[in-house]
Every structure is written in C-alpha cells, then in structure tokens.
C-alpha cells in the first residue's frame, strides 16, 4: 500500500531516537522543494529518513542527502554552483536519472531567489545542523565560500583541468570509434552512436562540396577524426591544428596506421599562426567558437576569411544559447539573476574560457568578416541524443572510468552532461551548423541553386549501415 505524500518512513525501525538535526532538515524541505503532495520524487535523509513525493506522475529518480550538514552549505549561500557542489563532493546524490533530475536546480531557484524567497530561507537554513565532525564542516565549507567568491575562476584552476587533462584513454571509453566530442547527426533515432557520428562526419564533407584534390583545413580537430575521413571518403589534401599535445599524438597515430601520412596531417598550431599565402579550399570549425569569448570572435571569422581561397566555403558548427536575448529588467529578476549565479558550473567546471553567445552575434561576426551565410541548420536535438548516447556509455564503463580519473571527476562528467542533456532538450541550448562562402570578385559562392546533394546516397554513409 503506497503512503500518503509526506508520509515520513525509517529504514532502520530499531533507532530509539531520532537525530533532532532531521526535524529542523525536513521544515525546510518544503521551501527548497516544494511541498511533498506536489513532488514527483523522494527525499532521503542521511539517517534513512525519507520524505515521499506526492504527485501522481513519479519522476524516475530521488534525491538523497547523506550528510547532516550538506543542506546547510548548498543554503548558506545559495546559487546553482552551491548545489551542483554538494553533488560532486558526495554531500547529496540522485539517485535514478540524473538528465530527468537536472529541473531540481530551476525548481529551487525559482523558489529561493526572489527576495522575499532569501529573506524566509535565512533563518532556516542558519538553524540546519552542521556535520558531526567540525573538521568537514569547516574544510567544505570555506571550499562553498571559496567557489562562488569573485576570485572562484583562478581559484578552481586544478578543478576545471579535467576537461583537458582526464586523458585520451577516459574519453576513448565512451567516445565513438572515430573520437567525435561533438555532437552526432542522426538519421533515425535508434541509430548507434557509432552510425550518427559517420553521418556527422559525412554531412559536413557534404555541405563543404569537398572534392579530390582541395586543400581542406579543419581548425581544432580533435583527435583527427574528420580530416581523416575527408581524406578516405572524399580525396581531399586535409591539414588539422590543435591545441592539444595529447590529441595531435593520438591523430598522429592513427594516420600513420591507416596509411594516409602522405595526404593527411594534424598539428600543434593556432589558426593564427598560419600562412594567407597558402589558402584552403575549404575550412571547419567544429566545437571551436565556444571556447572563444564573444570579443574575440570577429577577429577569429577574420583568421579564417584570410586563409581561405575565393570560391571557398566555411562551415562552423557551434553551440549557441537560446536565452541570451531575453532582458532581464525587473529589479526581482536582476536579483534573482544575481544571486542564483544561473550557468556558474558550466562556466567555472566544464568551459571556464567563454560563455555561450546568441546565434545571431556568431552569424554577425562571420559576416562582419567578409563572409555570406548560406545556410544554417539547427542540430539541437541531435545533441541530446549524442548525449544520452554518451552518458550511456560512460556509465556503462563507470568502473574503468572511476579508476582512471576519480570518483569525483567522475561525477563532475556525469553531471555536467546530464546538466547538458537537460539543457538541449528543454531548449535553452542549441547546436548550429552555419556555412559561410567567401565568395569571388565576379560573385560566385561556388554553390549550387539546391540542398539536393545534401540527401543523395553517400558512399561513406552506406557503408556504415
């Protein structure tokens, strides 16, 4: 027989007393996360106490609080990077699917942050119990104060290193075969990850009208995967530039085992650092704009207008936001803005370098460059597949995963691509594959008059299937 919403159950029945730290929890539940009758999920308490959700449609995970003192420090100074924290350092947990549990963040903000909302919370939260042992309270909570201080992107400088230097050997555990780290293009949804990535891979040589013989730049290539596919599929001369040591190795490998030395090369170099004397026929950039801060946008379109030939095409491929362009103008939403530090652990874990900008500021720093947009595509829901796809395959591996990087790396992965599943499927973040020509003095953008060619049968992609 189920229990009633709110209805409070120990796992552990031959306690004879209750913690009095869970009372005083529990009151404050109902301002974090809204009343049981309307909650789709469970609360669990550190001492197995657990608080049923109500609602008549169950969401498929629950929340689990393990520490006395855990509620207190996501409060004490409430913003989204707060309770992302209290995840990634094990002082709460989800339980179930963490993508479907990514709106718990939203929920609470919408409820706290309001000033009416910071006024009730105070006194609350400063009478939540602290930790058992003073030496976890103080270290966890200067590291709270510490990561939502001004200073907090210097001072997270060892943290955010995971994205760059968890290894080639972690992301080959949930990555395709051809290391694609952007998103996938699916033909069908059941397609494999596998199969999506090919098509990717196969529908920008298709947009480029790449052709034998072109010269064909593709600016941070990752681990080589497309310059090595354009070369196999297509007959192109392909150069690839990164930043990364670790990836032009792993490239480097892989072209020499698949024989293509002799027409195919991936470097340690940055676009600026190369040659207009030379230009390409082609150019992309795929998962590149993001990590540039949007100043320094026209001046990157303006690198790669001045290396690419006249007739040629660019295409970027690039996450954009969908909320940039709505005003905040009340003084409530200002600060609620303010205080919620809305997107903090995407800027200061995942991507510390830039914020996402609107589509439209890309598209206007191409064109203020030279270039002629003429096309632009929206993969938004591709993304959330590759994700999914993804977060599957990491946590089928979570063992060797954990091993090589650590069960806190571990979650900081596991969050941050919940946390972007959410994000791509609700639809505040969306991917854009843009392509711009540099047209010729006489106007020629070296184009045909139809998108025909983007949906004939391809060699590449039949081969997949």
């Known amino acids: 027989m189920a229990q009633p919403a709110g209805m409070l159950s120990r796992n552990d029945e031959s306690t004879p007393t209750r913690d009095p730290g869970v009372a005083r929890t529990i009151e404050l539940l109902d301002l974090v996360f809204g009343p049981p009758a309307e909650r789709a999920f469970d609360v669990q308490l550190w001492d197995g106490t657990t608080q049923r959700g109500g609602a008549a449609k169950r969401a498929d995970y629950a929340v689990v609080i393990h520490r006395r003192g855990a509620l207190r420090r996501m409060l004490i100074r409430p913003s989204e990077l707060s309770i992302v924290e209290a995840f990634i350092s094990g002082d709460a947990d989800v339980t179930g699917n963490l993508e479907t549990a990514m709106s718990i963040g939203d929920q609470i903000g919408d409820r706290i942050q309001s000033l009416r909302g910071a006024v009730a919370l105070l006194p609350k939260v400063l009478a939540l119990p ?29 943290e955010i290193e995971f994205h760059y230097g968890v290894g080639n050997e972690f992301y080959s555990l949930w990555l395709d075969p051809h290391m694609q780290y952007t998103c996938a293009y699916f033909r069908s949804a059941s397609d494999d990850l596998a199969t999506a990535q090919t098509a990717k891979l196969d529908h920008i040589c298709r947009k480029l009208r790449l052709q034998p013989g072109e010269r064909f730049l593709d600016v941070g290539c990752g681990w080589g995967g497309l310059v090595q596919f354009a070369v196999e599929q297509y007959g192109v001369q392909a150069l690839g530039i990164t930043l990364s040591e670790a990836q032009a190795k792993w490239a480097r490998d892989s072209i020499e085992t698949r024989g293509l030395s002799d027409r195919c090369r991936v470097e340690v170099r940055d676009v600026r650092d190369l040659s207009a004397s030379e230009p390409f026929d082609k150019i992309s950039s795929v998962g590149v704009t993001e990590h540039i801060p949007e100043h320094d946008h026209p001046a990157y379109f303006a690198r790669v207008y001045s290396v690419l030939r006249p007739g040629g095409l660019f295409l970027n491929h690039c996450e954009v936001s969908n909320n940039t362009a709505r005003a905040r103008h009340t003084l409530g939403e200002r600060f609620g803005n303010w205080v919620w530090k809305r997107d903090q652990f995407i800027d200061r874990y995942v991507f510390p370098d830039a914020k996402l900008v609107a589509l439209g500021s890309v598209i206007s720093s191409g064109e203020r460059a030279g270039f002629e947009t003429r096309d632009v595509e929206s993969l938004r829901e591709h993304y959330t597949l590759t994700l999914r796809a993804w977060l599957a395959g990491l946590l089928r591996r979570r063992v060797e995963a954990t091993a090589l990087v650590g069960e806190r790396t571990f979650r900081v992965w596991h969050l941050y691509m919940s946390a972007a599943a959410h994000g791509f499927d609700s639809g505040a973040i969306n991917l854009v594959q843009t392509l711009f020509s540099k047209a010729t003095r006489d106007g020629r953008s070296g184009l045909p008059m139809t998108r025909e060619h983007l949906y004939t049968p391809s060699r590449a992609t039949s081969a997949s299937t």
């Open 130 to 158: 602290k930790d058992d042992d003073p030496d976890v309270e103080s270290s966890r909570y200067r590291r709270a104060l510490r990561l939502v201080s001004s200073g907090a992107r210097r001072a997270t400088a060892g």
